[in-house]
């Protein structure tokens, strides 16, 4: 037998053992859970670590599109709990876990707690936005449910006095964290609901891990904030914290500060908003006045009320008429009565003898006859001769 | 007549007898009482426009004092 023939090179095993490997059904789909050491965030996005617990050690590999999809950071000590496949490193013939998923140990049975009683509480109605109560627009008195100590109760009190320095703050000091910190909270609301304490509440907490923020995922406070007859703002953690208490609450703040906000309203703005309103008022006002003015100015400047006798022009005209109709007649009658007249005098004119007399003609008369034959005159007939000027008495000799 | 559109009862009908009176067709009568009525009509039209602006400017003026939120 020869050696040099059976003798493989180190490719060829440490292929062999990768295909091994890559064929074995238990080693393609894995959970691990261990403990992270040796961590590397490596410049091309890559994660490398050691996974270990008390007695070994495995290397682990998570490429940059799986990290990017961590909900946190890793870092040396975390327990966390991986999924990926097992896989052999040829060059260093080792083998690594390559990672997919990883999460914190631990997180898991509280987030599948979180999950079923959202499902439950939201099945029973409690998010039901027909439930949600208005939040007052000026509050006189905020209650805060939070920690005595610590940097939330005094950015409340700064944001609240800043919008509003004459509201009143009442703090109602809670534990937010650990155990039996939820009954606390639970009693602060109930205690602040019974002796009617203030117009809004504000349950608040910092920003921090799914296990500090729990106290607020828990049934007794959902319930709680549920019953409450003052409307509640929940305002705990950070912007991507969504607890159980957001879904209840009638206000969902992201950060504590903005659930001051949202409970004290800005004094200037609301001076503001009165004044604005107030000229959108006034200019309403004056358009409608403007406008009648203008309705009537219309009227008024008909031709009616400008000329009132144009109303009479045609029954003026119309009498004038008649009145010229009139004259005309008369005139015309008249002047026809004149011109016949005329016509008769200049008639008689001609007829008349006394024209003749002027001439020197005379007229003889008798007892006021006229004389028109030598007959009819005899001796001592007293006669009238008639000339232009005048009668003379004669004697017929 | 209630007093809440007695402006615009009268401002309808003052313009119903600025027509009827521009279209001329009533006799002369009518043309007189109408015109008395319109005058009437405008008189009151007038002054309660003259009331309503006065109140609205004693309205701005107590307006323009400050106020403080309660």
Redesign the interface.
Known sequence: MNYQDLAITVTQLNNYIKEKIANDEFLKEIFIKGEISNFKHHYTGHLYFTLKDENCLVKCIMFKTYAQKLKFEPKDGAKVIIYGNVSVFERDGVYQIYAKIMEEDGIGSLYKEYEELKLKLEQEGLFKVEHKQKIPK?PKIVGVLTSQTGSVIRDIINVGTRRDPKVRIRLYPVPVQGEGAAIKIAEGIRYMNTNKLADVLIIARGGGSIEDLWPFNEEIVAREIYNSQIPIISAVGHETDFTIADFVADLRAPTPSAGAELAIPD?EE??QN?NIT?NRL?VA??KK?EM??L??QK??A????KD?TR??Q??YYRLDKNIKDLEKYIKNKKQEKESRFIEIIAKLDTLSPLKTLTRGYSLVEKSGKIIKNKKELKKDDIIDIRFSDGKQKVKVI | MSEINKFEKNMENLEKIVAELEKGDLNLEESVAKFEEGMNLSKQCSKMLEDAEKRITILLKEGEEDFSVE
Request: net charge positive; glycine share 0%; proline share 4%.
């Open positions: 000026l004094r609301i001076k009165i107030k006034k006002l004056n006045i009648e003015k309705r009537y009227c008024m008909s031709s009616i009320f009132p109303l009479f045609d029954e």
